[in-house]
Structure formats: structure tokens, C-alpha cells
């Protein structure tokens, strides 16, 4: 089995909605995203996935959220702009174009990160 792991970043800006603290007012992130995909075999020419062809999915999906209030997007007007729910947007977006995408990890600045990954 073999896991690749391709990485890309976005800046954006998001409050945390009844959060009782800081994180309550509009505040920017320069986030650090990092997608993990599965292959059981690799392809004709010895390789698993395309790397190229996976960052440039990778950037279509960041792109609609890099330099946005993440808070004004359809999908974060449903759910809190936490890393959490960044994660599961990017796994849902990702899922469309890699069937074999195994997580998707989130980091909120350089300490702090949250993965998701489908049951």
C-alpha cells in the first residue's frame, strides 16, 4: 500500500461564531493544508498518483477559500468556520476529483491542526 501526501496553504479570514474568547472577532489564519491519498498498486509508469495533477486540484479547491472571510461562503453560513469544518470542506471538494483520498489535515497556524477522514 502506499500513502502519498501533497500540500498546499491559503490565508483567509473567519471568526469562531460563540466562541468565548478572542477567536469571537474576525481574525486571519495562514493555513497549511496537507490531503493524504491511498494506492494499493502503482500505475504503468511506476507511480501512484500524479503529484502535479493532484496540486492542481488542490489549488482549485484553495483558491475559493484563500484571502475570503470564510464566514461569507454558502458552505460556512451552515457550519462554524473552525479548522474542523475547513477540513471536512476540502475533504468533501477533494473526494469529488481523488476516490482514493484517504484525510485531509488542517493546520491553523505552525502548532495547531485537526485531520479528518471518512469512516
Avoid at 486571519?28 to 502503482?42: D, E, F, Q, W
Avoid at 473552525?82 to 469529488?96: G, P
Wanted: glycine share 8%; with cysteine.
Amino acid at each position: 500500500m502506499f500513502e502519498l501526501e501533497v500540500r498546499g496553504s491559503f490565508s483567509a479570514a473567519h471568526q469562531v461564531k460563540g466562541y468565548p474568547g478572542d477567536c469571537a472577532g474576525v481574525h486571519g489564519h495562514t493555513y497549511l493544508v496537507s490531503i493524504a491519498i491511498r494506492k494499493p498498486r502503482l500505475g504503468k509508469l511506476g507511480m501512484a498518483v500524479d503529484f502535479r495533477r493532484v496540486h492542481t486540484f488542490l489549488e482549485g479547491v484553495l483558491k475559493k477559500l484563500d484571502h475570503k472571510n470564510l464566514n461569507t461562503l454558502a458552505f460556512f453560513k451552515k457550519h462554524n468556520a473552525t479548522a474542523e469544518w475547513i477540513a471536512v470542506y476540502i475533504h468533501q471538494e477533494m473526494k469529488r476529483k481523488i476516490a482514493s483520498l484517504r484525510s485531509v489535515t488542517v493546520w491553523e497556524g505552525l502548532n495547531d491542526a485537526v485531520t479528518y477522514q471518512e469512516d
